[in-house]
């Protein structure tokens, strides 16, 4: 957009404020006026609409100063900046927010403001429902002088603006100003009327309307106070620290959805580790000889071929299956040889026990699935051995 709305604030909220809408691409004022104080910003809301706001604040509010650092200027010689100023200020340097207009090498020239003064300007335009994207001081929105050894000057008010250099310029009230220029002085150009009675080499510029004026430089100038903790956030930043807790939120709620599938991973890993374990188990009762198991349904299904029963290896396989918790639970019971009659459907346990009460159980557990018939049953050095027949039920 060319248009852009140009406001002047005070140093204090009961100073008039003076405002302008300038058009770039007409070349022309769009609406300008004064506002009795800053208390009625609030009615620039609607010339603001979509236009930028850049905003001029008192020069004699600031320190425009040009330092020396021991060595190149960065990030963390910043840090150091406010406490060069120490002779020079009284206030407490901590208080101050530095904003650094240039720098070349060690050379740094930069702008101090009492950090609450900033907080009082930005909070009258917060008030009033303006953001400014920029923010200046009035005095470097003045011309260059055109001679490089000159001064470029204007009355504003009871104010006169006077820029010495780039960054460098002074404010003082008009009756102070006699007492300001005293010495050898440069050639002073003019922006209004010369004052009567005050030293100096006073020269005519072009006349213009002050805020015109100072409108036009702001537009062109790249000086800003906004940085640091006054820097304007970033649209990205605005929607960020909206959403920022429903982000946080659906972050820990994913967290907890990976935690706990990742804790049912590591139950069901647990649970398959477990059932091989008693798979191995009971397939050691069965065939207690083998000591290397390495895949328990392909060794099963050799033992099947070496009996000669390869011809229903699923059927026998089940049924090993649904007995193999039963083997688990009557733990002193162990099978000795087995015979599975893919003819008949039975199964044939030869089976040894520390007692009868070991194979009562067992029989008691296999008849809800099967159908048991026990052969003999004798005692052997203290254990138990006989036959089990099984025969599905169906």
Request: aromatic share 6%; glycine share 8%; charged share 20%.
């Amino acid at each position: 957009m060319s248009e852009s709305l140009v406001v002047r604030l005070g140093t204090s909220r009961e100073q008039p404020v003076h405002w302008l809408v300038w058009s770039a691409g007409q070349g022309e004022i769009i609406a300008s006026g004064v506002l009795s104080s800053a208390h009625a910003l609030g009615e620039l809301s609607e010339r603001a609409g979509g236009r930028p706001v850049l905003v001029l604040v008192p020069g004699s509010d600031l320190i425009l100063r040009r330092v020396t650092l021991p060595g190149r200027y960065n990030r963390q010689s910043h840090k150091a900046l406010p406490y060069l100023l120490e002779d020079q200020v009284a206030s407490d340097v901590e208080e101050l927010h530095i904003a650094v207009l240039g720098h070349a090498g060690s050379e740094v020239s930069l702008a101090a403001v009492d950090s609450e003064r900033m907080r009082s300007w930005l909070g009258w335009l917060a008030e009033a429902g303006l953001s400014a994207s920029r923010l200046l001081p009035d005095v470097l929105a003045l011309p260059l002088p055109l001679p490089a050894e000159g001064w470029s000057a204007l009355q504003l008010g009871e104010e006169w603006l006077l820029r010495q250099g780039e960054y460098e310029g002074v404010v003082a009230d008009a009756v102070l100003l006699p007492l300001l220029l005293t010495g050898a002085l440069p050639p002073i150009y003019s922006h209004t009327p010369a004052p009567a009675g005050v030293p100096g080499e006073w020269h005519g510029a072009d006349p213009e309307l002050p805020m015109l004026l100072l409108a036009r430089g702001a537009l062109v100038s790249q000086v800003n106070l906004l940085q640091g903790a006054f820097k304007p956030q970033t649209e990205y930043t605005k929607y960020w620290l909206q959403w920022r807790k429903v982000a946080i939120t659906a972050g820990l709620l994913l967290l907890a959805v990976l935690l706990n599938r990742g804790l049912q991973l590591h139950q069901l890993d647990a649970q398959d580790k477990a059932l091989k374990a008693e798979i191995r188990q009971v397939y050691t009762r069965i065939f207690p000889g083998e000591s290397r198991i390495v895949n328990v349904r392909s060794q099963m299904e050799q033992h099947l071929k070496a009996l000669g029963q390869s011809n229903d290896k699923s059927g026998v396989l089940r049924w090993l299956t649904e007995l193999a918790p039963l083997f688990a639970e009557v733990k002193g019971l162990k099978p000795q040889v087995i015979r599975y009659d893919a003819t008949r459907r039975e199964l044939r346990l030869q089976v040894r026990a520390p007692s009868f009460a070991e194979v009562e159980r067992f029989r008691e557990l296999a008849g809800e699935r099967f159908a048991v018939q026990q052969g003999e049953m004798r005692n052997d050095e203290g254990k138990v051995e006989g036959m089990l027949i099984l025969r599905s039920k169906s």
